[in-house]
C-alpha cells in the first residue's frame, strides 16, 4: 500500500525557518517525483515544485523560488521541503504527491501538515 | 502561468441529480487535464486523469469530458457522499496550476 506520511503540525516565530518531512513507503521511493503542494485558507491549491529523487534534480515554481528548498534523503525514502524566512502569508497546509515520471497527475497525497507563523 | 478557471464557485444539489462542473484553460492544454476531489479535513483525491481516463477505485459516476480549453466534470446521480471541493489542474506546463475550485453541497 502506497504511503505518504507527513510530520505533525508547526508553530514557528516569523523569519523562522523549519522543515517538513514526507516518508514514502510501498513503493520503489526512485520510480516517482515527489511534488509539493500549499493550500491556503483552506481552498487555493499552489504548486510549489518537485523532485527527482533518482538524481536529486529539482524544478520549482518561480513564486517558490527562495522560499522552498527541496531534497530527499534516499536511504530513508523520505523527502523534505525547507521554507525559509517565514511570514504569515506563509501559514498553509503543505502536501506531497507523487507524480509517475512522463505523466502529469498527483496519484497519491500526504496527509498534509499544517504550518502557522505566528509571535 | 497557465490559469485554469472553475465554474460555478458553489453547486447545491439533491441526491440523485446528475451535475456538470466547467474547468476552462486560458490556453490550449490538449488533454492534460486532471480533476481532483477534496472532502473536508481530507487530502486531495485523484479522480480523473487526461480529461476523461478513469481511475480504479473511483465510483463510476464521475466522468470527465472536453480537450483544449474547455473540460467537463459530470456525476451522474449525486450521492451524498460526493459533498466537497473539485479541483481541475494543468498537467501541460510548468508551473502546475490548480483551478479556484468548485465546492459541491447536498440541498
Known amino acids: 500500500e502506497v504511503q505518504l506520511q507527513q510530520s505533525g503540525p508547526e508553530l514557528v516565530k516569523p523569519g523562522a525557518s523549519m522543515k517538513i518531512s514526507c516518508k514514502a513507503s510501498g513503493y520503489s521511493f526512485t520510480g516517482y517525483t515527489m511534488n509539493w503542494v500549499k493550500q491556503s485558507h483552506g481552498k487555493n491549491l499552489e504548486w510549489i515544485g518537485l523532485i527527482n529523487p533518482y538524481n536529486g534534480g529539482t524544478s520549482y515554481n518561480q513564486k517558490f523560488k527562495g522560499k522552498a528548498t527541496l531534497t530527499v534523503d534516499k536511504s530513508s525514502s523520505t523527502a523534505y521541503m525547507e521554507l525559509l524566512s517565514l511570514t504569515s502569508e506563509d501559514s498553509a497546509v503543505y502536501y506531497c504527491?507523487?507524480?509517475?515520471?512522463?505523466?502529469?497527475?498527483?496519484?497519491?497525497w500526504g496527509q498534509g501538515t499544517t504550518l502557522t507563523v505566528s509571535s | 502561468d497557465i490559469v485554469m478557471t472553475q465554474s460555478p464557485a458553489t453547486l447545491s444539489v439533491t441526491p440523485g441529480d446528475r451535475v456538470s462542473l466547467s474547468c476552462r484553460a486560458s490556453q490550449s492544454i490538449s488533454d492534460y487535464l486532471h480533476w481532483y476531489q477534496q472532502k473536508s479535513h481530507e487530502s486531495p483525491r485523484l479522480l480523473i486523469k487526461?480529461?476523461?481516463q478513469s481511475i480504479s477505485g473511483i465510483p463510476s459516476r464521475f466522468s470527465g469530458s472536453g480537450s483544449g480549453s474547455d473540460f467537463t466534470l459530470s456525476i451522474n446521480s449525486v450521492e451524498p457522499e460526493d459533498v466537497g471541493v473539485y479541483y481541475c489542474?494543468?498537467?501541460?506546463?510548468?508551473?502546475?496550476?490548480f483551478g479556484g475550485g468548485t465546492k459541491l453541497e447536498i440541498k
Open positions: 487526461y480529461a476523461s
Open positions: 489542474q494543468n498537467g501541460h506546463s510548468f508551473p502546475r496550476t
Open positions: 504527491a507523487r507524480c509517475s515520471y512522463g505523466t502529469y497527475y498527483f496519484d497519491y
